[in-house]
T-cell receptor, first 115, second 116 residues
Framework: GAGVSQSPRYKVAKRGQDVALRCDPI?????LFWYQQALGQGPEFLTY????????KSGLPSDRFFAERPEGSVSTLKIQRTQQEDSAVYLC?????????????FGPGTRLTVT | ELKVEQNPLFLSMQEGKNYTIYCNYS?????LYWYRQDPGKSLESLFV?????AVKQEGRLMASLDTKARLSTLHITAAVHDLSATYFC????????????????FGQGTILTVHP
């Protein structure tokens, strides 16, 4: 079946622009995660949704970062007034989140370059 | 704060040789994961280890978990060029109440290059 999809795959933004990154999780997956992966580093947690509820946003680096999942399926990560340090790959992952169903499936990522 | 450390960070191997990647973590965890990432690609799940003493094998890769030592290993047997990639371990941290929901903390990654 279809995996996690993300769009756009690549985004170039001028410093100060707002961007919106989309994630389509696997159908029926309750949990959705966003991670940020800087060049040469491991992914770092940004935020977590269970259905439409954002239960953990402790990893969002500043109040310029905002995520939503209004209907419990598609999620959008928005970055306002982008800065160069926001340049990274943004990964979305989803999982079933049932007992013993713990595996996260990652999307291909959106590579954001802020110039 | 949960810390996950991998070593080595860079590994250059000859085909046919064996080697081990180590993953240490700092606090109690529910689960430990190993992922593979090819350049420019996303993360591919290799193993999920749930309990102390767990061992899983797939082809030339074998992963094990020692929760008492807070250590996991990824052993590579008779390496082949196709195994060249970056390997990450990730830990799912227990939260208050003794459960976890999948928030992963990743190691820095081990870049594996297999030479002929």
């Amino acid at each position: 079946g279809a995996g996690v999809s993300q769009s756009p795959r690549y985004k170039v933004a001028k410093r100060g622009q707002d961007v919106a990154l989309r994630c389509d999780p696997i159908s029926g997956h309750v949990s959705l995660f966003w991670y940020q992966q800087a060049l040469g580093q491991g992914p770092e947690f940004l935020t977590y949704f269970q259905n439409e509820a954002q239960l953990d946003k402790s990893g969002l680096p500043s109040d310029r970062f905002f995520a939503e999942r209004p209907e419990g399926s598609v999620s959008t990560l928005k970055i306002q007034r982008t800065q160069q340090e926001d340049s990274a790959v943004y990964l979305c992952a989803s999982s079933l989140a049932r007992v013993y169903s713990y595996e996260q499936y990652f999307g291909p990522g959106t590579r954001l370059t802020v110039t | 704060e949960l810390k996950v450390e991998q070593n080595p960070l860079f590994l250059s191997m000859q085909e046919g040789k064996n080697y081990t990647i180590y993953c240490n973590y700092s606090t109690t965890s529910d689960r430990l994961y190993w992922y593979r990432q090819d350049p420019g690609k996303s993360l591919e799940s290799l193993f999920v280890l749930l309990s102390n003493g767990a061992v899983k094998q797939e082809g030339r890769l074998m992963a094990s978990l020692d929760t008492k030592a807070r250590l996991s290993t990824l052993h590579i047997t008779a390496a082949v060029h196709d195994l060249s990639a970056t390997y990450f371990c990730a830990v799912d941290m227990k939260i208050a109440g003794g459960t976890s929901y999948g928030k992963l903390t990743f190691g820095q990654g081990t870049i594996l290059t297999v030479h002929p």
